[in-house]
């Protein structure tokens, strides 16, 4: 297969994997790479995402590498031989490439949960609200740019709102839900928003008041996607280079036990959802 200039994060992610298979067979890369008849430097781009591998490889190597989890296999399976075009496609060189990674993630993910602090999470966010957000970025953002961003963000609601969402858990800081990106109209309009949403039987919303005891947890915040096995979760944080996709098993496991730490202080939806009308009624 032809290489690939810039392999997609998905893409990173499954030679990622195979990778870790083939260090816990305890083989190195040429021994790999003469099981498929094929040369370092091809193992090499395959476990880097620079050249593709077909479904059939994939198994043969899974094989090679003692892996009896089948449900991992099939997954991976349906990473390599995956041709989807996406609806995130259309903003390919318009936009930086994390950004139609997190779509892509999204569209194939089970689940998903955040934790926010400072902002509203981005499938809640309004337009008036993403454009507030994306205004900040020094230097300013061009017009077409901006308004680029705003319409991505608003395309990624699909996994909640389309025709086959998916479970969404959302936990808010109180903070984020009392700082007006926008005016007070705008805030309120953002407030109505995350309850129309949270109607939803798929959709959850817990808050964490202000008044709340003996909490550490506000440098907890996290995007977290469930793959098609957990082994293929991926845990996002912002850093200040952009988005880090987080694939550690140790890590992903330390990122849920925090989610469920964070739950667990927060207000049960019905009370979470009285929480925000208080909050809209006071605008």
């Given at each position: 297969m032809a290489r690939r200039r810039q392999p997609t994060a998905r893409q990173e992610r499954l030679g990622a994997e195979l990778r870790k298979l083939r260090e816990a067979a305890g083989l190195k890369g040429r021994e790999a790479a003469a099981l498929l008849g094929t040369d370092s430097a091809q193992m090499s781009q395959i476990e880097f995402g620079t050249a593709g591998v077909s479904g059939e490889r994939v198994r043969r190597l899974a094989a090679h590498y003692a892996c009896t989890d089948a449900d991992l296999i099939e997954a991976l399976v349906a990473m390599a031989t995956d041709r989807t075009r996406g609806w995130w496609e259309e903003y390919q060189g318009l936009l930086p490439a994390s950004f139609l990674d997190i779509a892509e993630l999204e569209h194939h993910a089970t689940y998903r949960f955040d934790v926010e602090f400072l902002h509203v999470p981005g499938l809640f966010q309004t337009e008036d609200?993403?454009?507030?957000?994306?205004?900040y970025r020094v230097p300013e953002l061009p017009e077409k740019d901006l308004a680029l961003r705003v319409r991505h963000r608003m395309a990624r609601k699909?996994?909640?709102?389309?025709?086959?969402?998916?479970?969404?858990?959302?936990?808010?800081?109180?903070?984020?839900?009392?700082?007006?990106?926008?005016?007070?109209?705008?805030?309120?309009?953002?407030?109505?928003?995350?309850?129309?949403?949270?109607?939803?039987?798929?959709?959850?919303?817990?808050?964490?008041?202000?008044?709340?005891?003996?909490?550490?947890?506000?440098?907890?915040?996290?995007?977290?996607?469930?793959?098609?096995?957990?082994?293929?979760?991926?845990?996002?944080?912002?850093?200040?280079?952009?988005?880090?996709?987080?694939?550690?098993?140790?890590?992903?496991?330390?990122?849920?036990?925090?989610?469920?730490?964070?739950?667990?202080?927060?207000?049960?939806?019905?009370?979470?959802?009285?929480?925000?009308?208080?909050?809209?009624?006071?605008?």
């Amino acid at each position: 297969m032809a290489r690939r200039r810039q392999p997609t994060a998905r893409q990173e992610r499954l030679g990622a994997e195979l990778r870790k298979l083939r260090e816990a067979a305890g083989l190195k890369g040429r021994e790999a790479a003469a099981l498929l008849g094929t040369d370092s430097a091809q193992m090499s781009q395959i476990e880097f995402g620079t050249a593709g591998v077909s479904g059939e490889r994939v198994r043969r190597l899974a094989a090679h590498y003692a892996c009896t989890d089948a449900d991992l296999i099939e997954a991976l399976v349906a990473m390599a031989t995956d041709r989807t075009r996406g609806w995130w496609e259309e903003y390919q060189g318009l936009l930086p490439a994390s950004f139609l990674d997190i779509a892509e993630l999204e569209h194939h993910a089970t689940y998903r949960f955040d934790v926010e602090f400072l902002h509203v999470p981005g499938l809640f966010q309004t337009e008036d609200y993403a454009r507030g957000i994306f205004s900040y970025r020094v230097p300013e953002l061009p017009e077409k740019d901006l308004a680029l961003r705003v319409r991505h963000r608003m395309a990624r609601k699909v996994i909640i709102t389309g025709p086959a969402p998916i479970p969404y858990e959302a936990v808010i800081h109180e903070a984020a839900l009392r700082i007006r990106v926008g005016n007070r109209a705008a805030s309120r309009t953002q407030l109505i928003r995350i309850l129309e949403l949270s109607e939803a039987d798929h959709v959850t919303v817990r808050v964490i008041p202000f008044d709340l005891d003996d909490f550490g947890g506000a440098w907890s915040g996290m995007t977290y996607a469930g793959g098609a096995v957990p082994k293929l979760d991926t845990a996002l944080r912002d850093t200040a280079h952009g988005t880090a996709f987080i694939d550690s098993e140790a890590q992903l496991a330390a990122f849920r036990t925090l989610f469920r730490k964070v739950e667990a202080v927060s207000l049960e939806p019905a009370r979470s959802r009285d929480f925000i009308h208080r909050l809209a009624k006071e605008l």
